[in-house]
């Protein structure tokens, strides 16, 4: 059942940019309102567990640093930097649709989800290797933040695979290719990127 | 192409600052995660200015509708005073 | 065509409310608390003596198993006055699928209630106290949860008044015999609260009134259905035409 | 396409308020949708003056208490309790109403009915074990607070574990309104609200780690997990009613039988079920 994110055009709303004239790189606000709505949601939401984080860091600061240091650190630095390099990407496939180039869009498309993949990947790997050690989610509070906050960011990533499928399928059918769904799929994946900016800052580096 | 090589550099610079980040957080690997409050400013003060270039240049927030530019920026502003507040308050009293 | 088909599957479905009715009367003999209700005031101990009895036990336990398999069975009976809740003049089908889904809230809750009085049967020997808290979870979702037949029997009351049609498909007293229902039904929410009186879980209005008017609410519905399935059978044109008469006018 | 009145030229002016009322349920053609709609803050609003005013079981009581703290807090919140949940039992028939007029919404839709009748049948089944439960465990504590310390205790945690714990059901909900919002050609429900629906949808991650424990920011009264939960769902909760409202207004009177549904795709032969 494919996912076609259909952009609000309702009877009001202006028709998208729909295989013509996709040069233009402003879009009509119609297009790009309802996946903006759900960014900027998420993020206060993140926003929100990332306060309660620090809240309770403040409360065990020794327990938290203790606990920090069992994380490897460039674990942490490498799916930082997988990430920013699929959302470079993801910005390359964007602009290449705007240029209407679409096979080298899809091309960057596919890179991308690689990409994502491989972070996926790399988060497993950590956390098994994290409970093999013994820490687990309920060992004590820095690790139940740390698994909570990167398995939730890890349940973005995996609709993110959705969002970026519903891209690759808009770049490759010609009927449905519209710079809307385009920009909103980037964006979506662009706050996934931002917000393991964020939780790297936060639980791998902060002292 | 202009764009691509723009998008390229943001990229470079963004891999860079997050390595810095990285060298300050763990200080260079060496000894266990000190408490120090100069340091975990400068990696906050880091993640600040990659989450404002990713928003600004990957994201075409410009291009997305005013609401969604002020929302984020106070998104910004808001959460990483809060960030501050909460981590300095702490460490620093 | 389809309308004489689909008659035969009504058909069905409405002579599953009396089968169903019947076999609910036999588990309400079958099952000795039902015949006679356990009070709440009785003391654990006394409770568990219940079940203990081997003449209960063995009633409760082949009573329940009877109940649990035919405690759903409305259902077929509910979709089918939900089919003709669909063919009145309205604009939508709203009051049809919010019918629909009080109805299945209540079975659900039949079936949790079996599903106690079972599971109380199945270990007399159990510590009093905890034979005394299923059985009281038990008796809970049996009499208080009345909200669900209030809702049911109100969006259906509210359909019948607003199936404005030369031959509406359920006749008005129907629709205020529904709206009676809820006043009566609504005092058995206090058995939540009341060991004894007429509204504790045994009283006379929380028990038997309840189960009366449930009776009596079947009967009425299963009457009306009949009737309607009769008519509307004759005329498959009348879906067709509806359309043209809901002009709001009538 | 130009939205024929949903009533005739609206309620004469001037006439109070009364009249008014008898005016709609004569006229108005879609008195049924604004009927079960104005249930909706109807029953929400006693829900909270139940849970918030009433008996205090929102927030909830803590999860780390042993049983005589519990048997205290139930004695002092004993009227409490038997006045809101007598209000609540009242009451919990409607949410079925609710699911009514959702199910109709998506049968508007250029998506299979499917969706309408497995939110239908998800949310109906959902009902009982997300709130009544709750009630049942509450009220036990009240009928008897004398009971065995073990019996006292499991009611406390059903009561509290089933109302918050209760994640599936609304979990598939809340995907099937994201689906079909999404796929929905009519816009009957604005794209932005099937976006926002994931969000109640990711509450139900949050909560999990309730049923695992007992102290933190993570349990069934935490900050996490309860509070922040709570600013979600409510801001969820407020959307649900507006974008409801919206939708009903832009149904057109004519559309009314399923069989007439305007379908950019070829009319699906509707048999007389």
Known sequence: MTLAVTTANGPGGSGTETGHGAGRPRVAAADHGAMWVYIVGDLFIFGGWFVFYLVYR????????????????????????????????????????????YDEAARYAWLTILCGAVFAATKLYEWTSNIAEGRSFTSNDFFMFYYFLTAIHLFHVLCGFIVLGVLVRTLRTPALRSQGVIENCAAYWHMVDLLWVVIFALVYLLR | MAARTHLTVILVLLVSVTVLSWYLGTGGGAHPMAPNLTISAAVLFIALLKVRLIMSEFMDVGTAPAWVRRASNAWLVLFFAALFMVHIAVSGG | MGEQMASTGQRICLWTAPVVGAIWVVCFFLFPGFTAPLSPTLPAKAVAAF?????NLARARYGMILFNWFGIGFL????????????????????????LATATSAAVLISITILFFQIAAFRPDRDPAIVQLINDMAWMTFTVPVSFLMAQAGILALAIFLDRQPKPIYPRWIGHFNV????????????????????????????????????????????????????TAETPALTAAMPALGTGDA | MSRQGAMIAGPPPGIKFPARLAWHWQHNRQIELWIVWWSMPVFYQIFTITYFVFARTMPPPPPHWNVAEIRDWV??????????????????????????????????????????????????????????????????????????????AFLYEFANLTFVGTMGVFFVASFILVVAILLDKNDILPKWFGFACIWNLTTEFTVAPAWIFRHGPMTWTGGISFYWNMVVYGTWQIMYFVVFYKAIKKIPSNLSRPAARAEPVSLSARGSS
């Open chain 1, 58 to 101: 403040a409360g065990e600061h020794t327990v938290f640093a203790e606990s920090q240091a069992h994380l490897s650190q460039t674990m942490g630095l490498i799916n930082t930097i997988i990430l920013l390099v699929s959302s470079w990407l993801v910005a390359l496939c964007v602009n290449a649709a705007r240029a209407r180039s």
């Open chain 3, 76 to 99: 077929p009976f509910y979709a089918l006055i939900t089919v003709q809740m669909e063919r009145m003049a309205h604009n939508s089908e709203v009051l049809a699928y919010g019918f």
């Open chain 3, 51 to 55: 079940y203990a009895d081997p003449d």
């Open chain 4, 75 to 152: 004695a002092l919140r004993h009227s409490g309790i038997d006045i809101g949940y007598i209000l609540f039992y009242l009451t919990i028939g409607l949410p079925g109403w609710h699911i009514g007029l959702i199910a109709t919404l998506l049968k508007r839709m250029t998506i299979s009915p499917a969706f309408a009748y497995a939110y239908l049948g998800t949310m109906a089944a959902g009902t009982v074990p997300g709130a009544l439960l709750n009630g049942f465990g509450y009220s036990l504590l009240a009928l008897r607070p004398g009971r065995d310390p073990a019996a006292l």
């Open chain 3, 180 to 231: 009676l229902v809820i006043p009566l039904l609504a005092p058995c929410v206090f058995a939540s609260i009341k060991l004894t009186g007429p509204f504790a879980w045994d009283g006379i209005w929380s028990y038997w009134v309840r189960i009366g008017l449930y009776v009596v609410w079947t009967i009425v519905m299963f009457v009306a259905v009949m009737r309607a399935m009769g008519r």
